[in-house]
């Protein structure tokens, strides 16, 4: 019996170090879950994709977010807006999904990057983002799941 629990202690111990180490490591890691705690959010994930294989490379991910990238078609009902980071213009699409009512929302923004002649496709969910002071009550895409994406990218472009 002691052994079971002294098991268990070691498996949390060794995961609650992976998860610090992750975090203190990753700045895309922390900007998710930052994003998640400033917009109150259940979860969310970054999704980093080969643009044109749609393969994916990386996926970061908080809380609970059921979303992956091919659920949604490219520039359907998305918010389009041309965004200059780090003396690059990117083009990026904002999209909110309604969920089982109006009020539960599972917001996305995306945006094509090229690195190392390659061109990816940066994927940011939040899921179920709360009302804020700070977005006038919004929970559409364009006020939260986009400022996350947008610090998401100044980091991998300077990557």
């Keep these: 019996m002691v052994k079971k629990y002294l098991l268990l202690a070691i498996f949390l111990f060794v995961a609650a170090g992976c998860q610090y ?4 490591t990753d700045p895309l890691y922390n900007i998710l879950e930052q994003g998640v705690k400033e917009f109150d959010a ?13 393969q994916i490379y990386k996926i970061y991910s908080v809380g609970k977010c059921a979303f992956t990238p091919f659920n949604l078609q490219e520039n359907r009902n998305c918010i389009i807006k041309d965004v200059d980071i780090n003396g690059q213009n990117i083009t990026t699409y ?24 390659q061109k990816y496709t940066i994927w940011v969910v939040l899921n179920s983002p709360q009302p804020k002071k700070k977005t006038f009550g919004f929970t559409t895409a364009s006020w939260n799941a986009l400022p996350v994406l947008h610090r998401a990218l100044s980091i991998l472009i300077d990557y």
């Excluded at 180490?21 to 203190?24: D, G, H």
């Excluded at 995306?110 to 002649?117: G, L």
Aim: charged share 20%; proline share 0%; hydrophobic share 30%.
């Design 21 to 24: 180490f992750r975090s203190t």
């Design 42 to 54: 259940k979860g969310g994930k970054i999704f980093i994709t080969n643009a044109q294989t749609k």
């Design 94 to 117: 904002s999209c909110t999904l309604t969920k089982s009512s109006s009020s539960e929302v599972e917001t996305v923004a995306y945006a094509n990057i090229i690195r190392d002649n």
